[in-house]
């Protein structure tokens, strides 16, 4: 008999940890090698977990909703096979739970039940002394840098879910490169926090302790009585990991970014026409449909070779200016979620090949089937708001991104072609959200209407769709 020990898999370089969604088999059930055993889900993707081998599930470590950091043992098991064995790792020494990380729980259905604590070896003493007996205090939330040190993204989620601010975390010292506070730090920190008032002395004529309120992963959180809604017509929904990446992303960007917007009109009626006449030929010969996103993407991916600050980002007092386009655009889910899969070395693809990948990205985004690599190392961002309705939109800048564009409806109205005429148009208004630390007015102009050169004067011909379709 040999045992081999599942791990919680690496999803991505950056990311470090992952929710349990559910968990496909239970302890006890028959397993086969590369069979789905749980899925998992990341602020990028969902995805599923195979067996490492073929044998019989003895133990799982972790329930579902827990968060898990990649690496760990989340499950374990038994199989016949004398080869290919994993060595069976020694336990480390016991450290205090904290908030920060699930508790793992003994073997049961769907990994249900209680049980012993996961363990680990005893975090450094960095945080020891007098900073970790402070109190919180402050309100601001931790970013992602304070132009001093760097925060991980682990660490600004501990330090939310645990209501400890900027002033609080800026005083403290870090065991990590630099200064930085790693996670052992915050959790060896928070647990002396909440030791230290339990060790002073109490009174003799203290008061009946107030419970404190409950915290979720964004604040306080109230009961429906304290929001005065009990009993009212309400449904209470947890949010997805996928939403809670999103409020942070939000919060983040504009707590970051020097937000500016441009908003351009554009007459499209030649592309409108030029689509129009193809589109049915193009969906029998290519498979796929031939998008107005795909003509925006295109464009704007001409316009950022031409003007690449646009396409570049802020790294500490340095600007890194990125000669590839890995051009983002916004997927909405059908739970209501919002994804950006992101097209690696757009430059180098013509109409159709834009299209085919927007095709592709935008299927498996809808089908959960992206990949880490799908969403990560994003340099420029569109939204298309104008799919849903509105005629115009102002999007938030996609971080370390320091643009992102909005195109919206497109509409045909009277404007005026001449200065003795009037005519029906094909209009659409594209915006542009930029950083304004990075980007100027003058700069952001030049590219929009390098973009509304692109567009309003595009060569049908050189596509070479009206021959090969016609």
Known sequence: MAEFEMLMPKMGESIAEATIVRWVKNVGDTV???????????????????????????????????????????????????????????????????????????AGSNGSGNGAARKEAAPEPAMAGAAAQRVSHGTTPVPRSDGKRFYSPVVRAMAQEAGVSLEEISGLGGSGKDGRISKRDLETYLTNRVA???????????????????????????????????????????????????????????DTAAHV????????????????????????????????????????????????????????????????????????????????????NCQDLNLVGIARAVDDLGNRAKQAKL????????????????????????????????????????????????????????MVYLSLAFDHRLVDGALAGRFMMAIEDELQNFDTAATGLERRLG
């Open 32 to 106: 086969k090698k590369d069979e789905t055993v749980l899925d998992i889900s990341t602020d990028k993707v969902d995805s599923e977990v195979p067996a490492p081998a073929s044998g019989t599930i003895t133990e799982i470590l972790y329930k579902a909703d827990d968060v898990v950091e990649v690496g760990k043992v989340i499950a374990k098991i038994s199989t016949e096979a004398g080869a290919a064995t994993a060595p069976k790792k020694e336990a480390p020494a016991p450290k205090a739970e904290t908030k920060a990380e699930a508790k793992p729980v003994s």
């Open 196 to 254: 230290a008032p339990a060790q002073a002395e109490k009174p003799a004529t203290a008061a009946a302790p107030v419970a404190a309120p409950a915290r979720g992963a964004f604040g306080e959180k109230k009961t429906l009585e304290q929001l005065g809604l009990a009993g009212k017509n309400v449904e209470v929904v947890k949010m997805s990991t996928v939403r809670k990446a999103i409020v942070r992303a939000m919060r983040n960007t504009i």
């Open 261 to 344: 917007n441009q908003v351009h009109e554009l007459d499209i009626s030649g592309i409108v026409k030029f689509r129009e006449s193809i589109k049915k030929r193009f969906k029998a010969e290519y498979g796929f449909n031939l998008t107005y996103t795909s003509f925006f993407i295109w464009a704007s991916c001409r316009a950022l070779e031409r003007y690449p600050m646009v396409n570049s980002m802020i790294n500490g007092d340095e600007i890194i200016v990125k000669k590839f386009v890995n051009y983002g655009f916004a997927v909405a889910l059908d739970s209501g979620d919002l994804i950006v899969p992101n097209i690696k």
């Open 371 to 426: 990949t880490p690599d799908d969403t990560s190392g994003g340099t420029f961002t569109l939204t298309n708001v104008g799919s849903f309705g509105p005629i115009m939109g102002m999007p938030l800048i996609n971080q370390p991104e320091s643009a992102i564009m909005g195109a919206g409806k497109i509409v045909k109205r009277p404007v005026m072609v001449t200065e003795d005429s009037w005519g029906f148009r094909d």
